[in-house]
């Protein structure tokens, strides 16, 4: 499979509100309800942020939320803060074992 | 808490070996599928090979077929990493990620803080 593609970079002031994209296919993103997010600031490990396409897990502020609409998925930060700066990566199903990653957005807060 | 802590990574040359271990604690390992995710320098995440909760489910990417073999020891935790052939390109930091099913679930709900393998001469 191929990378779901992402933005390579978005930006916005803090209070506002910026949103990623995650174009797949519709064997993978467009197929399954099965997207999540990951958020990964420098030298540490991904976490996972949404699941699910929009749910979030427990402790993952609800300023973060996910959509999907045919064969694109999208996380959209609310509020933007400081600490949100980072690299997100989208990641669906497609079938049994195989999972695809996006190819990663980095969000700067101005 | 879960914590899932990799070892074993280092320096290797191209055509070497490595095996990469990662210790589970705070779960019940023996419950869950995991999966190895890596990163090469500067760039995105790569999913690479997967694991059922008993072993007896695998799955690995192309990229990697014939030169890693995934295992678990659920007896110890632990989930292993057997890498050879190493090329340059195997260069990563390589994640140990638990999945929230025991054959494979959607998402990946907790990740190890990673072990870096730099191959080259």
């Known amino acids: 499979q191929s990378a779901l593609t992402q933005p390579r970079s978005v930006s916005g002031s803090p209070g506002q509100s910026v949103t990623i994209s995650c174009t797949g296919t519709?064997?993978?993103?467009?197929?399954?309800?099965?997207v999540s997010w990951y958020q990964q600031h420098p030298g540490k490990a991904p976490k996972l942020m949404i699941y699910?396409?929009?749910k979030r897990p427990s402790g993952v502020p609800d300023r973060f939320s996910g959509s999907k609409s045919g064969n694109t998925a999208s996380l959209t930060i609310s509020g933007l803060q400081a600490e949100d700066e980072a690299d997100y990566y989208c990641?669906?199903?497609?079938?049994?074992?195989?999972?695809?990653f996006g190819t990663g957005t980095k969000v700067t807060v101005l | 808490e879960v914590q899932l802590v990799e070892s074993g990574g280092g320096l290797v040359q191209p055509g070497g070996s490595l095996r990469l271990s990662c210790s589970a604690s705070?779960?019940?390992?023996?419950?869950?599928?995991m999966h190895w995710v890596r990163q090469a320098p500067g760039k995105g995440l790569e999913y690479v090979l997967a694991?059922?909760?008993?072993?007896?489910?695998?799955y690995y990417a192309d990229s990697v077929k014939g030169r890693f073999t995934i295992s678990r020891d659920n007896s110890k935790n632990t989930l292993y990493l057997q890498m050879s052939s190493l090329r340059a390109e195997d260069t990563a930091v390589y994640y140990c990620?638990?999945?929230?099913?025991?054959?494979?679930?959607?998402?990946?709900?907790?990740w190890g803080q990673g072990t870096l393998v730099t191959v080259s001469s």
């Open positions: 990620v638990k999945d929230p099913d025991w054959y494979g679930g959607y998402y990946f709900d907790y």
């Open positions: 699910d396409v929009s």
């Open positions: 705070g779960v019940t390992f023996s419950s869950y599928a």
């Open positions: 990641c669906s199903y497609a079938g049994s074992y195989p999972r695809v």
């Open positions: 694991i059922s909760s008993n072993g007896g489910s695998t």
């Open positions: 519709s064997s993978d993103v467009g197929g399954y309800n099965y």
